[in-house]
Protein backbone atom coordinates (compact mmCIF):
# COMPACT_ATOMS: atom_id res chain seq x y z
CA UNK A 1 0.00 0.00 0.00
CA UNK A 2 1.28 3.61 -0.82
CA UNK A 3 1.96 5.40 2.16
CA UNK A 4 3.82 8.39 3.12
CA UNK A 5 4.75 8.71 7.00
CA UNK A 6 6.02 11.59 9.17
CA UNK A 7 7.44 11.35 12.89
CA UNK A 8 7.10 12.27 15.23
CA UNK A 9 3.62 14.36 14.87
CA UNK A 10 4.89 17.05 17.24
CA UNK A 11 8.16 17.81 18.63
CA UNK A 12 9.38 20.62 21.04
CA UNK A 13 12.78 21.93 21.23
CA UNK A 14 14.74 24.56 22.73
CA UNK A 15 16.14 27.33 20.96
CA UNK A 16 19.57 25.82 19.75
CA UNK A 17 18.81 22.33 20.11
CA UNK A 18 19.33 20.48 16.75
CA UNK A 19 17.02 17.65 15.81
CA UNK A 20 15.43 15.44 12.40
CA UNK A 21 12.44 14.97 11.08
CA UNK A 22 11.38 12.08 9.39
CA UNK A 23 9.29 10.96 6.30
CA UNK A 24 9.40 7.15 5.28
CA UNK A 25 7.54 6.26 2.25
CA UNK A 26 6.32 2.91 0.56
CA UNK A 27 5.69 3.95 -2.99
CA UNK A 28 6.60 2.52 -6.12
CA UNK A 29 8.56 4.60 -8.65
CA UNK A 30 9.50 7.85 -6.67
CA UNK A 31 10.14 10.43 -8.94
CA UNK A 32 10.68 12.88 -6.15
CA UNK A 33 10.38 14.23 -2.49
CA UNK A 34 9.58 17.36 -1.36
CA UNK A 35 9.62 19.29 1.82
CA UNK A 36 7.46 21.89 2.62
CA UNK A 37 6.72 24.38 5.82
CA UNK A 38 2.96 25.27 6.54
CA UNK A 39 2.21 28.18 8.99
CA UNK A 40 -1.24 27.70 10.90
CA UNK A 41 -3.63 29.24 8.23
CA UNK A 42 -1.32 29.51 5.47
CA UNK A 43 -0.55 27.77 2.22
CA UNK A 44 2.39 25.63 2.88
CA UNK A 45 6.15 26.86 1.49
CA UNK A 46 8.04 24.82 -0.96
CA UNK A 47 11.50 24.03 0.88
CA UNK A 48 13.51 21.16 -1.20
CA UNK A 49 13.14 18.67 -3.54
CA UNK A 50 15.38 15.38 -3.46
CA UNK A 51 15.47 13.02 -6.18
CA UNK A 52 17.55 9.99 -5.62
CA UNK A 53 18.99 8.53 -2.93
CA UNK A 54 21.88 9.89 -1.64
CA UNK A 55 20.93 13.39 -2.76
CA UNK A 56 20.91 16.41 -0.01
CA UNK A 57 19.91 19.91 -0.05
CA UNK A 58 20.70 22.86 2.62
CA UNK A 59 19.00 26.29 3.40
CA UNK A 60 20.18 28.07 6.09
CA UNK A 61 19.48 25.72 9.46
CA UNK A 62 17.61 23.35 6.90
CA UNK A 63 19.01 20.23 5.61
CA UNK A 64 17.13 17.67 3.54
CA UNK A 65 18.62 14.11 3.56
CA UNK A 66 17.27 10.85 1.13
CA UNK A 67 17.53 7.19 0.89
CA UNK A 68 15.44 4.41 -0.63
CA UNK A 69 12.97 4.33 1.91
CA UNK A 70 13.28 7.99 3.79
CA UNK A 71 13.93 11.57 3.85
CA UNK A 72 15.25 13.58 6.92
CA UNK A 73 15.11 17.05 7.50
CA UNK A 74 17.43 18.12 10.13
CA UNK A 75 17.02 21.72 11.71
CA UNK A 76 20.81 22.91 12.95
CA UNK A 77 20.27 25.42 16.09
CA UNK A 78 16.56 26.25 15.82
CA UNK A 79 15.60 29.65 16.43
CA UNK A 80 11.84 30.41 17.46
CA UNK A 81 10.77 31.35 13.90
CA UNK A 82 11.61 27.79 12.93
CA UNK A 83 7.92 27.06 14.57
CA UNK A 84 6.06 25.71 11.95
CA UNK A 85 4.51 21.99 10.55
CA UNK A 86 7.00 21.02 8.27
CA UNK A 87 5.34 18.04 5.04
CA UNK A 88 6.95 15.95 3.18
CA UNK A 89 5.49 14.93 0.03
CA UNK A 90 6.48 12.25 -2.81
CA UNK A 91 5.52 12.44 -6.58
CA UNK A 92 5.81 8.86 -7.73
CA UNK A 93 4.21 6.88 -10.96
CA UNK A 94 2.44 8.73 -13.08
CA UNK A 95 1.12 12.09 -11.63
CA UNK A 96 0.70 10.53 -8.42
CA UNK A 97 1.03 13.02 -5.23
CA UNK A 98 0.89 11.31 -1.61
CA UNK A 99 1.26 13.87 1.33
CA UNK A 100 2.03 12.73 4.75
CA UNK A 101 -0.05 14.56 7.80
CA UNK A 102 3.20 16.65 8.99
CA UNK A 103 5.43 17.02 12.10
CA UNK A 104 4.26 20.31 14.23
CA UNK A 105 7.77 21.76 15.16
CA UNK A 106 7.67 24.21 18.05
CA UNK A 107 10.82 25.60 19.35
CA UNK A 108 10.69 27.75 22.56
CA UNK A 109 13.47 30.67 23.52
CA UNK B 1 5.02 39.76 -8.76
CA UNK B 2 4.56 36.33 -9.77
CA UNK B 3 2.38 34.02 -7.43
CA UNK B 4 -0.94 31.64 -6.93
CA UNK B 5 -4.12 33.56 -5.43
CA UNK B 6 -6.82 32.05 -3.98
CA UNK B 7 -10.32 33.88 -2.91
CA UNK B 8 -12.04 34.26 -0.76
CA UNK B 9 -9.75 33.85 2.34
CA UNK B 10 -12.67 32.85 4.28
CA UNK B 11 -16.20 31.32 3.07
CA UNK B 12 -19.66 30.39 4.58
CA UNK B 13 -22.18 27.70 2.94
CA UNK B 14 -25.43 26.94 4.22
CA UNK B 15 -26.60 23.38 3.59
CA UNK B 16 -27.42 23.23 0.40
CA UNK B 17 -25.87 25.66 -1.44
CA UNK B 18 -23.05 25.31 -3.98
CA UNK B 19 -19.91 27.27 -3.59
CA UNK B 20 -17.23 28.47 -5.66
CA UNK B 21 -13.58 28.88 -4.50
CA UNK B 22 -11.05 30.87 -6.99
CA UNK B 23 -7.77 30.03 -8.34
CA UNK B 24 -5.40 31.95 -10.35
CA UNK B 25 -1.82 31.95 -10.90
CA UNK B 26 0.50 33.97 -13.02
CA UNK B 27 3.37 31.53 -13.09
CA UNK B 28 3.14 30.57 -16.77
CA UNK B 29 2.65 26.80 -15.15
CA UNK B 30 0.69 24.05 -17.10
CA UNK B 31 -0.33 21.94 -13.71
CA UNK B 32 -2.97 23.11 -11.16
CA UNK B 33 -4.55 21.32 -8.02
CA UNK B 34 -6.41 21.67 -5.71
CA UNK B 35 -6.58 19.79 -2.24
CA UNK B 36 -8.13 19.44 0.88
CA UNK B 37 -6.75 19.86 4.15
CA UNK B 38 -8.42 18.80 7.40
CA UNK B 39 -6.85 19.12 11.24
CA UNK B 40 -4.00 16.02 11.71
CA UNK B 41 -4.32 14.73 8.20
CA UNK B 42 -2.28 14.99 5.21
CA UNK B 43 -3.47 17.31 2.27
CA UNK B 44 -5.66 15.05 0.12
CA UNK B 45 -5.89 15.56 -3.44
CA UNK B 46 -9.60 16.56 -4.89
CA UNK B 47 -8.85 17.43 -8.92
CA UNK B 48 -5.93 18.08 -11.30
CA UNK B 49 -5.22 19.68 -14.43
CA UNK B 50 -2.44 19.20 -16.35
CA UNK B 51 -3.68 21.08 -19.31
CA UNK B 52 -6.51 23.59 -20.39
CA UNK B 53 -10.02 21.63 -21.07
CA UNK B 54 -8.55 18.59 -19.29
CA UNK B 55 -8.57 17.31 -15.93
CA UNK B 56 -8.66 14.79 -13.37
CA UNK B 57 -10.38 13.31 -10.72
CA UNK B 58 -7.86 12.85 -7.51
CA UNK B 59 -8.62 10.68 -4.12
CA UNK B 60 -11.70 12.44 -2.56
CA UNK B 61 -13.74 14.30 -6.04
CA UNK B 62 -17.31 13.37 -5.06
CA UNK B 63 -19.19 16.36 -4.13
CA UNK B 64 -16.26 18.36 -6.20
CA UNK B 65 -16.49 19.98 -9.47
CA UNK B 66 -14.07 22.19 -11.41
CA UNK B 67 -13.06 23.80 -15.22
CA UNK B 68 -10.43 24.80 -16.57
CA UNK B 69 -10.94 27.25 -19.45
CA UNK B 70 -7.66 29.15 -19.02
CA UNK B 71 -4.05 27.88 -18.31
CA UNK B 72 -3.94 31.09 -15.36
CA UNK B 73 -7.50 30.07 -13.80
CA UNK B 74 -8.69 26.46 -12.14
CA UNK B 75 -11.74 27.18 -9.59
CA UNK B 76 -13.04 24.67 -7.65
CA UNK B 77 -16.92 24.57 -7.13
CA UNK B 78 -18.22 22.22 -3.95
CA UNK B 79 -21.27 21.19 -4.40
CA UNK B 80 -24.55 20.25 -2.09
CA UNK B 81 -23.44 16.83 -2.88
CA UNK B 82 -20.59 17.12 -0.38
CA UNK B 83 -21.66 15.91 2.81
CA UNK B 84 -18.93 17.41 4.79
CA UNK B 85 -17.22 20.36 3.06
CA UNK B 86 -16.00 22.32 6.48
CA UNK B 87 -11.94 22.29 6.13
CA UNK B 88 -9.11 23.98 4.33
CA UNK B 89 -8.50 24.29 0.82
CA UNK B 90 -5.36 24.71 -1.07
CA UNK B 91 -5.00 25.30 -4.57
CA UNK B 92 -1.35 25.22 -6.11
CA UNK B 93 0.23 24.81 -9.57
CA UNK B 94 3.74 23.55 -11.18
CA UNK B 95 5.70 23.31 -14.16
CA UNK B 96 4.88 19.73 -15.91
CA UNK B 97 4.02 17.80 -12.58
CA UNK B 98 7.18 18.54 -10.32
CA UNK B 99 7.20 20.54 -7.06
CA UNK B 100 3.91 22.14 -6.34
CA UNK B 101 3.76 25.96 -5.28
CA UNK B 102 0.51 27.13 -3.51
CA UNK B 103 -1.45 29.88 -3.10
CA UNK B 104 -2.51 30.90 0.61
CA UNK B 105 -6.01 29.09 0.97
CA UNK B 106 -9.47 29.38 1.49
CA UNK B 107 -11.35 28.60 4.72
CA UNK B 108 -14.69 27.11 3.89
CA UNK B 109 -16.65 26.76 7.05
CA UNK B 110 -20.83 24.69 6.85
CA UNK B 111 -23.79 27.16 8.62
Known amino acids: EDQVTQSPEALRLQEGESSSLNCSYT??????LFWYRQDPGKGPEFLFT???AGEEKEKERLKATLTKKESFLHITAPKPEDSATYLC??????????FGSGTKLNVKP | DGGITQSPKYLFRKEGQNVTLSCEQNLNHDAMYWYRQDPGQGLRLIYYSQIVNDFQKGDIAEGYSVSREKKESFPLTVTSAQKNPTAFYLC??????????FGPGTRLTVL
Open chain 1, 50 to 52: LYS
Open chain 1, 89 to 98: AVYYRVNKFY
Open chain 2, 92 to 101: ASSPRSNEQF
Open chain 1, 27 to 32: VSGLRG
